[in-house]
């Protein structure tokens, strides 16, 4: 539970640190691919399935909900989950 936590987290850093990056580049960059982070919250979730070749993550919240996400190549280790 504390890796998935860590996990989003290191997610949304990676993702932020993309972003100022592009914002300070001298030339104009090209269209920013993907979603960006508007906002986050701390949940408590269970991995109950990675898919190693397509990266997809699948949790379970404590009220029994359903969450998948795909993890970028910016996450390593994927295959301790």
Do not use: W, Y
Not at 5 to 12: P, S, V
Not at 43 to 67: I, N
């Amino acid at each position: 539970m504390r890796s998935i936590r860590i996990l989003l987290t290191a997610a949304c850093l990676v993702s932020a640190a993309g972003l100022v990056t592009a914002a300070s580049a001298q030339t104009p960059a090209a269209a920013p691919k993907g979603e960006g982070v508007m906002a986050s919250a701390e949940v408590t979730a269970t991995v109950t399935k990675v898919d190693q070749k397509t990266r997809e993550v699948k949790v379970k919240t404590e009220d029994g909900k359903e969450h998948s996400f795909i993890a970028s190549a910016d996450v390593k280790n994927l295959a301790q989950f």
